[in-house]
Nanobody, 124 residues
C-alpha cells in the first residue's frame, strides 16, 4: 500500500509556472505507475499526465501537451508535475495517482491510490 501527499499548489497569474510534487510513502514506489488528474466542482476528474515505473514512457492529455511535464525521482519516492504557461482553464484541484495494475494510468478505473489533492488557481 502507498500513501500519496501532494503539495505545490497555489494562486498564480496566467502565464506563470508551478511545480506540483507528490510524495509517496513506502519503499516500493518504483513498482507503481503514476499520474496526475484534475477536477473542478461539478465535473468529473480528468486525466492530465502519466508516467511509467521507470520514467521512460510518458503520456499527456491534449490540454497538457507542450506545457506540462511529468517526472519522477524514485530515489525520493516523488512525482512532479511542472506546469508552464498556465491558463485560467487550468484552475482545478490536482490529484496524484498510483497503480500497480497498469503500465500507464489514463483513467480513474486504473488507479489504485489517490492523494488528497492540491488546489491550483490561475487568475486572468
Amino acid at each position: 500500500q502507498v500513501q500519496l501527499v501532494e503539495s505545490g499548489g497555489g494562486l498564480v497569474q496566467a502565464g506563470d509556472s508551478l511545480r506540483l510534487s507528490c510524495a509517496a510513502s513506502g519503499r516500493t514506489f518504483s513498482r507503481y505507475t503514476v499520474g496526475w488528474f484534475r477536477q473542478t466542482p461539478g465535473k468529473e476528474r480528468e486525466f492530465v499526465a502519466a508516467l511509467s515505473r521507470g520514467g521512460g514512457s510518458a503520456y499527456s492529455a491534449d490540454s497538457a501537451k507542450g506545457r506540462f511535464t511529468i517526472s519522477r525521482d524514485n530515489s525520493k519516492s516523488t512525482v512532479y508535475l511542472q506546469m508552464n504557461s498556465l491558463k485560467p482553464e487550468d484552475t482545478a484541484r490536482y490529484y496524484c495517482a498510483a497503480s500497480l495494475r497498469t503500465l500507464i494510468i489514463t483513467t480513474l478505473s486504473e488507479t489504485d491510490y489517490w492523494g488528497q489533492g492540491t488546489q491550483v488557481t490561475v487568475s486572468s
